[in-house]
């Protein structure tokens, strides 16, 4: 293992970057699931509302390591919300922004494994792993709603 204050500094940037996309994540999805509401797309509007509470999940386990690491949360750097367009083209923003997150993941594992970071290493990938759920499911929700 690499000197571990470095290395720490290094899973705390990650992190950081992790809870910016989170917190941007519970933005996004409480948008549209109200968006939805409004338009009286009941369970378009669930749906979304239930994503935003996974992700709401992920944003407190990321605190929480933060805080074990002795990092304070101060994440200031948060996404603008993407309203526009139809139900099927939100869907497959969302999905976009879901991959993109997965790609975010594989850096932070593939730090740790080059660290030998096994404990940080098991953090990231199961949120990765979630994060690819998330994909999936926005693109099987997509498929559906388009074939119909
Ligand atoms: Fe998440
Ligand atoms: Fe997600």
Not at 8 to 27: K, P, T
Not at 42 to 64: L, P, T, Y
Not at 104 to 125: G, L, M, P, S, W
Request: net charge negative.
């Amino acid at each position: 293992m690499i000197d571990s204050s470095i290395n720490s500094q290094a899973i705390l940037g990650f992190l950081g970057r992790a809870l910016s996309f989170e917190l941007s994540a519970v933005q996004q999805y409480t948008a549209l699931a109200k968006l939805m509401e409004a338009r009286g797309m009941k369970s378009a509007s669930d749906k979304f509302r239930e994503e935003a509470g996974e992700e709401m999940q992920h944003v407190e386990r990321i605190i929480g390591r933060m805080l074990a690491l002795g990092g304070a949360p101060n994440a200031s750097n948060l996404r603008a919300t993407h309203l526009d367009g139809s139900l099927p083209e939100l869907m497959q923003y969302c999905k976009r922004f879901e991959n993109e997150i997965v790609g975010f993941y594989t850096q932070a594992v593939r730090h740790c494994v080059t660290t030998k970071d096994d404990d940080n290493r098991i953090f990231f990938e199961e949120l990765l792993k979630e994060e690819q759920v998330h994909a999936e499911c926005f693109e099987s929700w997509w498929q559906q709603t388009a074939s119909n």
